[in-house]
């Protein structure tokens, strides 16, 4: 893979320089920046420890497990996002033929979804590249979750597991987003995989890393309906089986709130990257 700051290229390969992905961590620590102080990492570590699998099942087929993605699995996912995101197929800003902007960055592993047409493609439209396939521990970790809430769902939830246990699910797609301060994502359905697929309840899964947002979720489209929680650094949600078709979406993200220790290790841009896996 060329380096996307790389200014001695030929003109093929600028070219391909127009298509290369938006960078979500910055190039290089600003000389001032100083490590955090070590009682507030010691408190990010005990924060983390106390959290441990917290896990709640939201409503039948929804779960919610805070602070499950360990804070080194966070640092590993941010830097192979990094990785992926700067070459080609990498992150871009999506938009509409109208010309309105989505006030994010995308990037697809897998398979493409372009927001515009709702569809699923095998290139990316505007520059015909072949999106990546998702990486083995990525894979693993999606898995594990979902095997993880359903112990706890047999476990923990009383009377029959009938509509509560999620279906399981091997990903094949995997959609990134990188949220500035100002991101936003309306309340929509995720209901643009196959027929077979949104028929078995098969579960979206997603992981969230570095600034908190703020999570709506509802029967309708209607947000002053909607109910609200806080995905922090680290969190899981899961919603399949009855809750597949559930409209969701991000009202704000909340600034200054990401791992001072996540920030450190991976000079992260302010914001929140989410990584959300289906199967199509």
Request: aromatic share 8%.
């Amino acid at each position: 893979m060329k380096n996307f700051w790389d200014k001695s290229q030929n003109d093929d390969d600028n070219e391909r320089l127009n298509h290369s992905g938006f960078d979500i961590c910055q190039k290089d620590s600003p000389p001032f920046k100083l490590k955090p102080p070590l009682h507030v990492t010691n408190r990010e570590r005990r924060k983390q420890s106390m959290k441990g699998q917290s896990i709640t099942v939201l409503r039948p087929g929804m779960v919610l497990m805070k602070g499950y993605i360990s804070s080194a699995d966070q640092v590993s996912i941010v830097k192979t996002c990094r990785e992926l995101g700067i070459g080609d197929g990498g992150f871009y800003q999506p938009g509409y033929s109208c010309g309105r902007k989505l006030q994010l960055k995308m990037m697809c592993l897998g398979k493409n979804w372009d927001p515009e047409s709702r569809m699923y493609t095998e290139l990316r439209p505007f520059d015909n590249s072949k999106p990546l396939g998702i990486p083995e521990k990525l894979h693993d970790m999606v898995e594990k979750a979902i095997q993880d809430s359903n112990e706890f769902i047999r476990e923990n939830v009383g009377g029959s597991n009938e509509g509560k246990v999620i279906p399981n699910m091997s990903p094949d797609i995997c959609i990134a987003k990188f949220y500035t301060k100002s991101g936003t994502l309306g309340l929509h359905q995720d209901k643009d995989e196959s027929e077979k697929s949104i028929k078995k309840g098969l579960p979206v899964v997603s992981f969230s890393i570095g600034e908190y947002a703020e999570f709506i979720y509802g029967e309708t489209r209607a947000a002053n309906e909607a109910e609200k929680v806080i995905l922090e650094s680290g969190d899981v949600l899961i919603f399949g089986g009855k809750s597949r078709l559930i409209y969701h979406g991000v009202t704000c993200i909340l600034p200054d709130t990401a791992p001072a220790s996540l920030i450190e290790a991976t000079n992260l841009l302010p914001g929140r990257l989410n990584l959300t896996f289906k199967m199509f």
